[in-house]
Every structure is written in structure tokens, then in C-alpha cells.
């Protein structure tokens, strides 16, 4: 047996880490500032992380939600209080998709509503509910209907309030910032317009943080950037570290029935003590200040640059939109400086670090960046 074809992989393969370092097989380094695509929220192998699941692994590694959890427990209430979400309920599951599938399951349960509106632009998974409000046509398969869906341009409120008020919508779904589009931002103004329009018309709002999520535009959720609070709040990648993970945040109006939501590994023992450790590192490193911090550095560094037509997005979630000649710098950026940045197309380098990210490797990016430029 071979894998299944669907990944462009780099002819690279990592076998160890610490912070924000990788080494290849034949001991070759590697700068992380991409963090295997915002998953390593606090490095790899922080020492704290690699302590907390691997004493879980020894005590528990597995048991279903049949039992009591109090891992589940402890996570609900860091995750409340550090997110300042401490009213919501939390639903756990494996993926980002997987939350977003829940996200809208229930939106549309609590609502008794079938249609969604999503934004040009939006990502928000490739399973079938997930993939249907995602806007790219490319990864959809004809089972993948989207008779329910109805995408607007992100930031015309006009487009919404048009959909909006017909009373049809369960729910909006909208990303913190836009990810894999090329780090697009809605701006603070259109957050709360959307929650109002929300408001006046039953529609729930759902924020999906699964990559600006868990503090790394400076604040924990990016939404939160504009005051606004949502009604689901859906998360994944840097939750656990690594550790698969995926969360509903659910406000305390919104119910479910025994059994409309579920899953064998949601909550398993070993991703809740890995996303604990994550928000105990966040919480005693500070690192939702110090991504806020890294990222005016970036900013003040590159912003203007002479190779960039705009510098997007906050804290360590950074969109670096190259002009037309530096095509290819992502790859130079690999193969010539040994370092590993996100994509999206061919002239969007992303940076999506760990928050611990050190200076001197944020300087190191700069320098290379430079050389390279010039
Ligand atoms: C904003 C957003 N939503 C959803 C997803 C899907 O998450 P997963 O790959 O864990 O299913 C992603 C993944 O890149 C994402 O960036």
C-alpha cells in the first residue's frame, strides 16, 4: 500500500523539535514560523507539554463519554476563564471541521433554520457540511451540496443584511481572519454590524477560531479585537498543541437533545491534558501578550517593505502579499535559509509561529527576508 495522493509535500521530513527549531534525518535546522500551519501554538516539545501528556499516557490514555470526565471538567473551566467565554458550554471534538459540522448542526437544531450564509473567500474545512461553506468550488464533490449556502462578499454588510432578513439563516459563519484566502481581516466595525444584524434577525453567529483562535492575534479569539461576542465559537489546531482536538464554544440560550451531538474520541484523556498544559503555558508565559508584542515587531520591520504589496493580519498571524518578482521566495525562504513559512497561492507567505516564538528567530526572519530581497 502508498498514500493516498493528496498532499504537496515538501521533500523534507522533520524527526525533532524544541521551540521553534526542527531537525531533519541528517541533522540538518530548520526555523519554524510556520508551526506545522498554526498548530504549535507554545514550540515543540515544550517541556511542560511533553511532562503533562505523557503522565496522562502513564495514568490514562483512553475512555469513552460514557464516563465522567473531570480532564473535560478542568478544561471547560481554563478555557472559559482565560477566553473570557466563562458562560459557555463546550462541546469537544477531534478537528477543525468537525467543529465547524457541530457548529452549524446545532445552529440550525436550535433555530429550526436549514440555510447558512459564509463569505467569499471563507475556509472552514473539507468535510461535507464544512466544505460547503467553504468558498472554493475545487474541493467540493457533487455530494457536497451547497443548496443551503450562500456565500457574500467579506465586508459587504449591505449583501447580508439582504439574506439576512428574510428570516431564512441559522446561522453566519465568519473566520477570526481569514486564513488560508491570504490572512483577510474583516474589519471591527463590520463584527459588530454582523452581530447586530444577527440580533435583530435570529441568526447565530458563528466564529470560527480554529486558526486566529487561541491567542495568536493578540487577543485570545480574533473577533475579540472588535468587542463582539459570538454564539459558537469553534477551535482546533493550537488548542492541544498537536494532540488532534476540536471545540464548540456554545452560548449558555442554545440547547441540544441527548445524542444530537457525539463522538468516540471527542475529549479523549490525552488531548484534554495536552490542551491543558497548552492554556497553562499560554496562561503563565503570557504569550497572548508576547504574540501581540512579536507582531508590532514584524509589522514595524516589514511593513512598506520594497517586496511587499501589503503587510495583513495581528499578533502571529501574518499575511506577507509579495510583489509579482518574489514569486518564489517561500521556497527560497526553505531551500536557501532553512526556513519553513505558510502559503497561500503563490505570492502570500503566511507566518503562523509558535507565540513563543524568540526574538532572535523573528530577527533571523527579517535579516533572511532581507538578504533575499535586495
Ligand atoms: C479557519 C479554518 N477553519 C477550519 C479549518 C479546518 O480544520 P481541520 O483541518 O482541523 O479540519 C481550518 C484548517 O486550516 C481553518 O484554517
Redesign the pocket.
Known sequence: MDLFNVYKRWDIEPVRGRGSTLWDRDGNEYLDLYGG??VISVGHCHPHYVAAVTAQLGRLGFYSNAVQSSLQETLAEKLGRISGYDSYHLFLC???????ENALKLASFHTGRAKVLAFGG??????SG?VSV?DNPKIRAPFNATGNVTFVPLGDLEAARKELSTGAYAAVII??I???AGIREPSEAFFQDLRALCDGTGTLLVA?????GCGRTGRFFAHQWAGVKADLV?M??GLAGGI?I?AVLISPDIQASYGLLGTTFGGNHIACAAAIAVLDIIEGESLVAQAEKLGNWFREQLEGDPALVEYRGRGLMIGLEVKPEFKGLRDRLLYEKHIFTGASGERVIRLLPALNLHWQDARTFVDAWRELTR
Do not use: C, L, M, Y
Open positions: 500551519h498554526a477531534n478537528s477543525g471541521a468537525e467543529a465547524n471563507a475556509f472552514h474545512g473539507r468535510t464544512a467553504t473566520e477570526g481569514q486564513g488560508v470560527d477560531e480554529i486558526q486566529s469553534t482546533a489546531k488532534p476540536g
